[in-house]
């Protein structure tokens, strides 16, 4: 029954991973097709994304005095922060580079974690979060093949970074659900003022884009939500780098993308250290 369970939430968390990378990848086509600025892009993905989930509420996770917790406007701002960085990254890199650069973040919260909240550093653990910067490495190419797009990418690591940390602060301040809603309502409110005044006209593909964009995105995240609830957040961690090769699959087939030995080998480091960790996790 809990090898059961445990592979409802695997499947859950694969789902929810090749979503998320979707609505960037579908924002990447609004950004190349239509010209639509990446302010537009964030900021309709999070209006999309709050009216897609107003079906789901309810008396349980309708705690919108959760708005009053400063903590959770920060988690709000960082997010909104986090997705105008990566997809001004995607605008001018391929998705599985952009990928590769973002996934700073979850190496960052790592530390963020043990310095602010008291986490403990594991040893074997630390080492594989070291190859997986090297890996990151591989991929950004500092001082030698780094460009303004994988800046923006690496920029975005770090907001997510912060963001994954204020998520483990916030874990017992609201509901799951309540947090994603809140989230959502704030990074639109925030983006508002860069993101409307960008607002694009209307042809073509361009409404079914906008849409795609904003409900892959958040029904990424609900999906998530539904993984967690029934197993322990630090055994399903790891499966976070399927992004990386539902971005680089993406990447060839909607844009041609076929990352360099660089970049596929930091590639392949992201993700040996992802499931290494997983490997660790796992009872004699």
């Known amino acids: 029954m809990q090898s059961a369970v445990m592979w409802r939430a695997i499947g859950l968390m694969a789902i929810s991973m090749s979503l998320i990378p979707a609505g960037d990848a579908v924002g990447k086509l609004m950004m190349e097709i239509y010209g639509v600025e990446p302010a537009f892009v964030a900021w309709s993905r999070f209006v999309v994304g ?57 190496i960052l919260s790592y530390f963020l974690s043990a310095l602010f909240l008291g986490e403990p ?40 970074g912060f963001y994954l940390t204020t998520g483990r602060w916030l874990a017992n301040a609201a509901p799951p659900m309540t947090l994603l809603l809140t989230q959502l309502l704030v990074a639109s409110v925030v983006l508002t003022p860069i993101g409307l005044p960008a607002m ?49 699959a993406l990447g060839f087939v909607l844009f041609g993308d076929i990352p360099d030995w660089l970049t596929i080998a930091g590639l392949l480091l992201l993700i040996s250290s992802g499931f290494g960790s997983l490997a660790l996790k796992r009872p004699a």
């Open 200 to 248: 694009p006209s209307f042809g073509g593909w361009m409404p079914l884009l906008l849409l795609c964009s904003g409900i892959f995105s958040a029904f990424g995240n609900f999906l998530l939500l539904f993984a967690y609830r029934s197993v322990e957040a630090t055994r399903l961690a790891p499966f976070v780098y399927l992004q990386l090769v539902t971005a680089t």
């Open 121 to 160: 550093i594991r040893p074997a653990q630390t080492l594989l979060l070291f190859i997986g910067f090297a890996g990151v490495l591989l991929v950004v190419k500092p001082g030698f093949g780094m460009t303004s797009g994988i800046a923006f990418a690496v920029l975005a690591g770090v907001g997510y």
């Open 50 to 106: 709050f009216l897609a989930l107003i079906p789901f509420l309810n008396r349980s996770n309708l705690h919108f005095s959760a708005l009053l917790n400063w903590r959770i406007l920060l988690r709000g701002v960082l997010i909104a922060g986090t997705v105008v960085s990566i997809l001004t990254g995607a605008k001018t890199e391929g998705l599985a580079t952009v990928f590769g650069a973002f996934f700073v973040g979850p």
